[in-house]
């Protein structure tokens, strides 16, 4: 019974997000249409793109999530090996991790990303 009010109960604040998200896209969708008409054709034009450059990067970026492909958002393939510990008498080498993703490289790519 307390897991069927748990999921009734998830359930419900689920929807009262997506009703929430759902007003404040409005909202916005409703604010960038007033600042379009402000604008000229040209600008307008530029907005426009820039509107749309910015939803595909939006959705690249969902649906890497929804993957749980977490180095795919910021399209880096981690393609990590590691090799042993191995033990040879009472020693033992390693383990040895080869192609590791770098923090470096991450905050590289992240930093691109921010500035499209």
């Known amino acids: 019974k307390e897991a069927e009010n748990a999921s009734k109960k998830a359930a419900k604040e689920e ?17 960038f249409e007033a600042e379009l008409k402000k604008m000229n054709e040209e600008q307008r034009k530029k907005a426009q793109k820039q509107k749309a450059k910015d939803a595909k990067v939006v959705k690249r970026i969902l649906k890497a999530h929804k993957a749980g492909k977490h180095y795919a958002v910021l399209g880096i393939r981690n393609l990590e090996v590691q090799f042993g510990p191995f033990y040879i008498f009472n020693f033992s080498i390693g383990p040895f991790v080869i192609f590791r993703v770098k923090t470096k ?5 992240y930093r691109n990303l921010a500035r499209t």
Not at 15 to 31: C, F, P, V, Y
């Open 15 to 31: 929807e009262q997000n997506e009703k929430e998200a759902e007003r404040i896209r409005l909202k916005r969708e409703a604010a």
């Open 105 to 109: 490289e991450i905050k590289r790519v």
